[in-house]
């Protein structure tokens, strides 16, 4: 089953600028993760919110969970080139089972 | 040295062939999974493993077989490949508690 949804699909910013995904999901989670994903490449783990927490920073990341709307987003600041990826959110079902969106394809121009 | 390394990064392959794909870990990981991208991005589980024994089985046909020899290896091999197998396959790991999963690069299996 397909649990989280990222929105928006693509979002084309300038560098230099905040980028925000949002994810929605359907049931209740252990915790909800994103995950990076260059061109060509596997996906990479930035950051695990559980769900007890609201809100969690790493560097230029700052990742909030509203469990009472099903809903996370991912803020991206003073973006980079190099910021360039697909962004997916992932939620823990259980059972060690991670269920993904279909991403969002971020842009940042020069 | 490579965490997460699966084999063949491409397979060009004709319908009806039986193809593999290895994955190894150097990790020390307890679970192994198997992910299956397709053209939308569309990222679903297929299988996993914790310490050889299979946990998850996603409603796969049972086309694909995985085989994890040890905790450190889960490969997968297809029989009788259809045009709609064609997608990304993507090897991961993750320690046990942890929800964290690390992949490895992909292997882009296109069938003609």
């Known amino acids: 089953s397909q649990q989280g949804e990222e929105d928006p699909q693509a979002l084309s910013i300038q560098e230099g600028e905040n980028a925000t995904m949002n994810c929605s999901y359907k049931?209740?989670?252990?915790?909800l993760q994103w995950y990076r994903q260059n061109s060509g490449r596997g996906l990479v783990h930035l950051i695990l919110?559980?769900?007890?927490?609201r809100e969690k920073h790493s560097g230029r990341l700052r990742v909030t969970l509203d469990t009472s709307k099903k809903s996370s987003s991912l803020l991206i600041t003073a973006s980079r080139a190099a910021d360039t990826a697909s962004y997916f959110c992932?939620?823990?079902?259980?059972?060690?089972?991670?269920?993904f969106g279909q991403g969002t394809r971020l842009t940042i121009n020069p | 040295d490579t965490a997460v390394s699966q084999t063949p990064k491409y397979l060009v392959t004709q319908m009806g062939n039986d193809k593999s794909i290895k994955c190894e870990q150097n990790?020390?990981?307890?679970?192994m999974y198997w992910y299956k991208q397709d053209s939308k991005k569309f990222l679903k589980i297929m299988f996993s493993?914790?310490?050889?024994?299979?946990?998850i089985n996603e409603t796969v046909p049972n086309r694909f077989s995985p085989k994890s020899p040890d905790k450190a290896h889960l490969n997968l091999h297809i029989n009788s490949l259809e045009l709609g197998d064609s997608a990304v396959y993507f090897c991961?790991?993750?320690?046990?508690?942890?929800?964290?999963?690390?992949f490895g690069e992909g292997s882009r299996l296109t069938v003609l």
């Open positions: 919110i559980r769900s007890n927490e």
């Open positions: 049931t209740s989670i252990n915790n």
């Open positions: 990790l020390g990981h307890d679970t």
């Open positions: 991961a790991s993750s320690p046990l508690r942890s929800g964290e999963l690390f």
């Open positions: 992932a939620t823990d079902e259980g059972a060690q089972k991670l269920v």
């Open positions: 493993y914790n310490n050889k024994e299979l946990i």
